[in-house]
């Protein structure tokens, strides 16, 4: 495989992106929900599961 030069890079880099499905403006509001969602029910359970494990440590070493 030689050489690719600068033009050429590109041109195929345009044809590249042409092939490309792009998701839909719903789509990526869909999965920005979604994702907003699974992180905030991830940092609330890592929250409490913090919360107990420190409370246990707190309690371990009160003595």
């Known amino acids: 495989m030689g050489k690719t030069s600068p033009i050429q890079f590109f041109r195929q880099v345009k044809q590249e992106v042409k092939k490309v499905t792009w998701p839909s403006k719903k ?24 919360s107990i494990f420190g409370a246990i440590v707190r309690s371990i070493f009160q003595y």
């Open 27 to 50: 789509e990526v509001t869909q999965a920005t929900i979604m994702v907003m969602i699974i992180v905030a029910v991830a940092s609330i359970f890592f929250f409490f599961v913090d």
